[in-house]
């Protein structure tokens, strides 16, 4: 067994999503996991595209709530987290997917079995259901309702660990 293993999780950047993460982590029985944080993005125009950054974006779609439940999930599993960071993927088509994960040496793709990742702006794209047809080691977490309907809460630390 791998002592770090690295897996890839979406995110849309809400704390909702980091749901996932947790479920992951528990999930998981390598001792330490590299955790990526993947969100797909196609720039829609020439001028975006030409000024594209993945650190400008990250920091562009990045919020206050989900900064905090990250350390928060990096506080409660510690022992169990050698790294975890955000990616940006730029492209929508399974084959482009699969050579990410192969060159990211991405050893399982966590995917939520009852949940849809809202578009965070008008240029990203849901990856589960791409990431559902690529051919890596996938695992389907079904999250409880409880975490996946969060009614009048929006965004809130206090989504985390209910």
């Known amino acids: ?39 797909a993005y196609l720039p829609s125009s020439i001028t975006d595209l030409l000024f594209f950054s993945k650190s400008r974006l990250i920091e562009k779609l990045s919020n206050k709530e989900f900064t905090e439940a990250c350390k928060l999930i990096k506080s409660k599993y510690d022992t169990r987290i050698h790294a975890m960071y955000v990616d940006i993927l730029s492209s929508n088509h399974a084959s482009y997917l699969n050579n990410y994960l192969e060159g ?7 995917l939520p079995e009852n ?3 809202k578009p965070t702006t008008t240029d990203s794209i849901d990856l589960v259901p ?33």
Do not use: G, W
């Not at 990211?104 to 966590?110: A, L, M, P, S, W």
């Open 104 to 110: 990211n040496k991405i050893d399982e793709v966590y």
């Open 1 to 39: 067994m791998k002592q770090v293993e690295k897996i890839l999780v979406p995110t849309d950047f809400t704390v909702k999503s980091l749901n996932l993460v947790r479920e992951a982590i528990e999930h998981s029985s390598a001792p330490q996991l590299e955790i990526v944080l993947a969100h």
């Open 115 to 117: 949940m849809e990742m």
């Open 130 to 162: 791409i990431l559902r047809k690529c051919r890596h080691t996938t695992v389907m977490i079904p999250l409880p309702k409880s975490l996946v309907f969060i009614p009048n809460r929006v965004n809130q630390v206090s989504d985390l660990f209910q």
